[in-house]
């Protein structure tokens, strides 16, 4: 009985997914109005598409939870202009053509006519930088945090090769970036690489790479992320604490206002998944990350809760929303059904 529900339940998401979100998307606007749509037959063609959107997955996860889902869509929403790309490690060819069958949450995703999917393979995407050599002697079974390690590495030869921008699975676009070239402050002088953006070749991603493989240290969490955007920011700028809503600009390159995609700090990530007397209306925000790192209680957005991440959720990825509603509603109906 337990495989039947399962089954029932990812046969009506890939169904529902699809359909709610072209007529959720726009008043007056079913099946037509995008301007980005699947005349993009492969990688090279959706890559080489002006600005994109990208998300990495550098697990060999094929079932992305419901929050990858909604950064997903969110973003597909917000930037209807643009190519949403997300790259999977788990993910092979034989995989992909199957993947209605093998992968029905990516099935559900893959209908949005500005998402698209591909593998991630990182010994072609780093041919061409200075990560190449370090990641071939690289002893992956040694290193703790490979995971983010890859990641930190896949995001910056990314947007050099085709620019764009890098993506956390666990950012919520809100409205457009309105800049190019950036970095995003979590305070007045650190910098996260959980969201930047640069146009392609940008000198200061490459100089990112090279001080990867320079200043290399595994064992430090965060060394060739967050820690290595920050020391290479301060090399360049000389950083002060924000003024008002202001955003800081140094060698062209803008540093954003923590309000931007860190209106909840990471001391109070929780406060995302509790009850507000309010929606906060999050005006000076581009995009809001959730801080699943910190997560490890492993909370989500529980359907009818009434907290902060549900309202979230509601405004801002409804379709998948609405799926985790009838999911929940029709895995109870046939928990009635079995004991009835």
């Known amino acids: 009985m337990v495989k039947e529900i399962q089954l029932y339940l990812c046969i009506f998401f890939v169904f529902a997914f699809g359909i709610f979100y072209e007529l959720s998307i726009e008043p007056g606007c079913l099946f037509d109005c ?40 969110s973003a597909a929403r917000i930037y209807l202009d643009r190519p949403v790309v997300f790259f999977m490690k788990g993910l092979d060819n034989s995989t992909l053509l199957d993947i209605k069958s093998s992968c029905p949450a990516l099935s559900a995703i893959s209908t949005l006519k500005n998402v698209f999917i591909f593998p991630l393979k990182m010994d072609i995407l780093f041919q061409g930088t200075p990560l190449l050599p370090w990641y071939l002697q690289i002893n992956t079974t040694n290193e703790k945090y490979w995971v983010y390690i890859s990641s930190d590495a896949s995001r910056l030869a990314m947007v050099w090769k085709y620019g764009g921008i890098y993506m956390d699975t666990d950012v919520i676009s809100i409205r457009p970036i309105p800049v190019v070239n950036f970095l995003a402050a979590e305070s007045s002088k650190f910098s996260s690489n959980g969201i930047f953006g640069f146009q392609r070749h940008n000198w200061f991603l490459w100089d990112c790479m090279k001080n990867f493989v320079e200043n290399y240290n595994g064992d430090i969490w965060g060394n060739q992320g967050p820690f290595l955007m920050t020391r290479m920011l301060k090399g360049l700028c000389n950083l002060t604490d924000f ?71 509601k405004t801002y990825c409804p379709t998948t929303y609405w799926t985790l509603v009838q999911a929940a509603e029709g895995s109870k109906g046939m928990s009635l059904n079995k004991t009835s």
């Open 243 to 313: 003024q008002n809503m202001e955003d800081q600009r140094c060698h062209n390159i803008s540093f954003l206002h923590p309000h931007r995609f860190y209106p909840i700090s990471y001391p109070l990530w929780e406060k995302y998944y509790e009850v507000w007397d309010s929606m906060p209306d999050f005006n000076y925000s581009y995009a809001l990350h959730l801080w699943n790192f910190m997560n490890h209680e492993k909370k989500n957005m529980t359907v009818g809760s009434n907290t902060l991440v549900e309202n979230i959720y």
């Open 34 to 73: 995008k301007p980005i749509s699947k005349k993009f037959l492969n990688e090279k063609e959706v890559m080489t598409h002006g600005e994109k959107i990208i998300f990495l997955e550098t697990t060999n996860r094929l079932q992305p939870p419901p929050l990858v889902l909604c950064s997903v869509e």
